[in-house]
Nanobody, 128 residues
């Protein structure tokens, strides 16, 4: 059973930085064909894609975070991270880690409906 557990959320001031992580287990594929991504959601809004990383290491970012956020994956530690810099109030939300068995899925649209596995989320609050 694939399990994803996010951590590292919290409150930070505008302009600050935060790093959130997702530890995963049982996400095994002999060819490392696994895709992962970060999504976020705020009350009353649709879930939106933030960043994705494919099995080849290719990355994709939402326009709103490009240049400020960095997604990375550590296969040895079974973890996915999102380094968030120059945070803005509009970055506030519940951040979810998502995963699936695929070779390359960089598209961040559709609210992540194509991803099979999800974590429980970690809250990020950015205030001035």
């Amino acid at each position: 059973q694939v399990r994803l557990v996010e951590s590292g959320g919290g409150s930070v001031e505008v302009g600050g930085s935060l790093r959130i992580s997702c530890e995963y287990s049982e996400l095994d594929d002999p060819y490392n064909n696994t895709c992962m991504a970060w999504f976020r959601q705020t009350p009353g809004k649709e879930r939106e894609g933030v960043a994705s990383i494919g099995s080849t290491g290719n990355r994709n970012y939402a326009d709103s975070v490009n240049g400020r956020f960095t997604i990375s994956r550590n296969y040895g530690e079974n973890s996915l991270s999102l380094q968030m810099n120059r945070l803005k109030a509009e970055d506030t939300g519940m951040y979810y880690c998502a995963a699936d068995y695929c070779s390359e899925r960089l598209w961040l649209g559709g609210g992540g409906e194509e991803y099979t596995y999800w974590g429980q989320g970690t809250q990020v609050t950015v205030s001035s």
